[in-house]
């Protein structure tokens, strides 16, 4: 008999976590005005909100943080950081920042002006707001397959070079560079394939633009690569790596995810003249160009955790899991974004809600019956981030209305997962009786579901 298949890792430590009643969580919930980003974490018993900074760091990570250099200029951990992004990436200079969004702000100070377009698969919210926010353009290129959440095909993430070559031939003097995240975060952690990578670099060759990964689970991207395209199934996540990167002139990078690190982030790139221009922006926004926002001891922990996350073990323990709870959702019935994506399920909320109307916002709805049912925290990708029109200031119903279960690396066990499908299959089974969402009775300008204060639509 074939042996059945266990995680890469053991346990060496745990951080208990508690339950809480019905009664506790109605009281909690009104608190935080239906918003589940101003819930405690105490007041949550699996926390999916984010994969983001919340992975469980291995034994060699904590190791390598006594390691850390913590001198202002010229640490020996910065340069053990570099090293290991070189050897892992193929880029040559490194420029640290605390987060991916700090890479981006240094990288686009140097790179984007008004006026300009950037074309790439659905921008993160912080890639577009960095680019939005300078009055330049960011241009959504995904292939519409992303848009059905049926639909079953391998690459889900990637660029429509159809679209992509258009943008050029009409605007590209407006174009500083492409940009292409991996994986595609916003369409449902959904990988972008070699071949895409390959044909967007020739699309760029042709107009002579280059070409930035926002990297941010470049890792789980390659895992897909090998588990799903054809030849790369005897190649190691390395060599996928490098021959990812090969196809880029740059790299933006939030190490907590794929990095397995808390906190951190960085930029990478085979150019010089722009290595001087994030340079130009790094010291005054991040810090010294050994440091960038980052310690001694966090450089050092993140070295590791890239090295041990492109292994594959490590990879398919962690995408076993994501695809573990995918199949009790298929169990179940319940509709989410297929295939499974790497570091989350989306559920789609539009398709379970149905007596919900758009206005009363069914994905935010659905967040919150979660929460009721079982206090696991999810998050809504929907018509609340999705913010309003800043000219007409009506709210954006045209794209889709998901709750996002974020998964930790390393972090809940399959049984964790069990629980996780069996409250959502709690709430689908009464799907019919909820019939009211919830109202906005406060919101910011931008960025809203941060901070949202909501009420029951019915109140
Ligand atoms: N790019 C992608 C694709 C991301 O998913 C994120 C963050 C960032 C950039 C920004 O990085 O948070 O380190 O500043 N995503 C988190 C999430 C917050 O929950 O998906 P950061």
Redesign the pocket.
């Known amino acids: 008999m074939e042996l059945p298949f266990a995680e890469s890792w053991k346990i060496k430590m745990v951080e208990p976590i508690r339950k809480s009643t019905r009664e506790e969580r109605e009281q909690w919930l009104k608190e935080a005005h239906y918003n589940v980003f101003q819930l405690k974490a105490d007041q949550v018993y699996i926390d999916c ?5 919340t992975g469980a760091m291995s034994d060699r990570q904590w190791a390598a943080v006594m390691m850390g250099d913590e001198s202002y200029a010229g640490a020996r951990s910065f340069f053990t950081l570099r090293d290991t992004i070189t050897r892992i990436t193929g880029f040559e200079f490194v420029v640290p920042t605390h ?4 890479a ?1 702000n240094v990288l686009f100070s140097h790179l984007v002006k008004a006026g300009d377009i950037v074309p790439g698969n659905s921008h ?1 919210d ?2 577009k707001g960095h680019i939005e926010s300078r009055k330049a353009t960011a241009l959504d290129c995904t292939v519409d397959e992303a848009k059905d959440t049926q639909l079953e095909v391998p690459f889900k993430g990637n660029v429509d070079v159809k679209k992509l070559e258009k943008a050029l031939e009409e605007h590209a003097d407006k174009i500083p560079f492409i940009i292409v ?1 991996i994986t595609n ?1 916003t369409a449902g952690g959904q990988p972008v394939s070699m071949q895409n990578l390959r044909d967007v670099r020739r699309v760029a060759d042709k107009y002579g633009k280059r070409v930035v990964f ?1 990297s ?2 470049f890792a789980e991207n390659a895992y897909f690569i090998k588990t799903r395209e054809e030849g790369y199934a005897d190649r190691t996540i390395k060599e996928i790596t490098l021959e990812m990167f090969a196809l880029a002139d740059a790299m ?1 990078m ?4 794929d990095g397995i690190v808390n906190m951190g ?1 960085f930029i990478a790139t085979r150019w010089e003249d722009w290595y001087e221009g994030a340079k130009r922006f790094v010291i005054p926004f991040e810090g010294y160009l050994t440091y960038g926002g980052m310690n001694g001891r966090d450089m050092e922990a993140l070295a590791v955790g890239l090295d041990e996350n492109t292994e594959f073990d490590n990879l398919h323990t962690r995408i076993h899991q994501v695809q573990f709870l995918a199949s009790l959702l298929d169990e179940y019935g319940i509709p989410y974004q297929r295939p499974a994506g790497g570091h989350a399920i989306f559920i789609d909320a539009g398709k379970i809600l149905t007596n919900v109307p758009k206005e009363e916002f069914p994905a935010q709805t659905l967040t919150v019956e979660l929460y009721r049912e079982a206090g696991i925290r999810g ?1 809504e990708i929907g018509y609340i981030l999705a913010d309003r029109d800043p000219v007409t200031r009506e709210n954006r119903f045209g794209g889709l209305d998901l709750l996002r279960l ?1 998964i930790p690396r390393r972090v809940y066990t399959d049984n964790h997962m069990r629980v996780i499908a069996v409250a959502l299959k709690n709430v689908f089974d009464r799907r019919n009786e909820i019939t009211r969402g919830v109202k906005i009775v406060w919101e910011s300008e931008l960025m809203r579901h941060f901070t949202v204060k909501l009420a029951p639509a019915a109140e």
């Open positions: 909100i984010t994969d983001s900074g987060q991916g969004r700090a981006e993160f912080t890639t995240t975060n926002d941010a689970r933006t939030s190490a907590k995810k982030g998050c974020a």
